[in-house]
């Protein structure tokens, strides 16, 4: 009897071995993709790290960032020399750049004070020919005995005893003071171009009443009168108008005398300069 032929096997290779073919391919591209992920561009990096030097003085004291140097490559051994690293980076040309400005700021004081001094002149001269006008007008409606007028760079000042605008420990405006405020914001109107603040003061003498609690409500109070007074009596602009209690705190004669309280109860009114 004949033998049966038994059955070839079949043909190509395992199957397993396509698998692992499969397998290697990819290791063989993972690793293929980290190398060239950890090639470095020495020369592009060698300008990235020129860029960072001059910008930030970055490793200006440590040499490159794989060598010896502070703080880079020797770690923590070389804390100790911490403040010297800090001294070679960016904190270095900020110091030197302060000392640069400073040294051209020094070296030019005097022509900023000349500038200065100019400038003051300017005002005290613009100032002094505002207070001449201004003396004219008081004097033509017979305020002279009533109204002081004097100036300085900043400002020319009238000032107002305070016997004549209100009665004692008051704030309510006089009669008889109407025609005085009338003609001065009638000056006010012609020469105030800037802004004009409103200032009351009082004596030493302690106050209280049920209506004002010492001299500070006192003299705010005073200057609140003269503020509204103008407001409602002239063409003056409230936005270019001031006013403020100066208490006891700025006297201008001595408080032991009783001539030296009158004088110091006033209404100041400043003209300030615009320039």
């Not at 290779?13 to 190398?35: K, Q």
């Not at 802004?195 to 010492?214: C, F, K, L, W």
């Amino acid at each position: 009897m004949a033998r049966k032929q038994e059955d070839a096997p079949p043909a190509g290779s395992p199957a397993w071995m396509s698998t692992f073919s499969d397998l290697m391919n990819l290791l063989f591209c993972f690793f293929v993709l980290l190398f060239s992920m950890s090639t470095i561009d020495e020369a592009k990096l060698n300008e990235i790290i020129a860029s960072m030097n001059s910008t930030f003085s970055v490793f200006s004291g440590g040499a490159t960032s794989i060598g010896d140097g502070i703080l880079i490559s020797n770690g923590v051994s070389q804390l100790n020399e911490l403040s010297e690293y800090i001294n070679s980076t960016g904190r270095t040309a900020e110091s030197e750049s302060d000392a640069v400005s400073f040294e051209e700021y020094d070296q030019e004081p005097a022509g900023i004070q000349e500038m200065i001094d100019e400038l003051e002149q300017a005002n005290l001269q613009s100032n002094e020919e505002l207070a001449e006008l201004i003396s004219e007008a008081v004097s033509e409606s017979n305020m002279a005995d009533q109204i002081d007028v004097s100036f300085s760079a900043q400002y020319v000042l009238l000032t107002m005893k305070g016997a004549l605008l209100f009665d004692s420990g008051s704030a309510e405006l006089k009669e008889e003071c109407f025609d005085v405020l009338d003609r001065v914001g009638v000056i006010l109107e012609r020469y105030a171009e800037g802004e004009v603040e409103i200032d009351g003061h009082t004596d030493n003498v302690p106050m209280h009443s049920a209506r004002y609690a010492d001299n500070e409500e006192l003299s705010s109070a005073r200057a609140l009168s003269v503020f509204y007074y103008l407001i409602q009596n002239t063409n003056l602009s409230p936005s270019s108008l001031k006013h403020s209690g100066m208490g006891e705190r700025v006297p201008v004669a001595d408080n032991s005398t009783a001539e030296g309280r009158s004088r110091n109860r006033r209404v100041e009114i400043r003209i300030y300069n615009q320039n």
